[in-house]
């Protein structure tokens, strides 16, 4: 019994792990995405295109 639960436990631990690292990728190919955006159009709203689209 107790080999069964733990073998059900794991997989319970990698499937939300796996779920987990699955959302992160779509979030950092969101936030990719949105930098390239910001990082092309930045000329376009800078004073003479040479200005910088985020405050760091």
Known sequence: MVPLLVV???ALILFGA???VDL???IAVIVL???LLGF???GT???????RWYRW
Not at 45 to 51: E, H, L, S, V
């Open 18 to 20: 796996g779920f987990a």
């Open 24 to 26: 992160l990728w779509w």
């Open 8 to 10: 059900l436990l794991l």
């Open 40 to 42: 092309l159009v930045r």
């Open 33 to 35: 995405v949105l930098w």
């Open 45 to 51: 709203t800078a004073a003479g295109g040479r200005g």
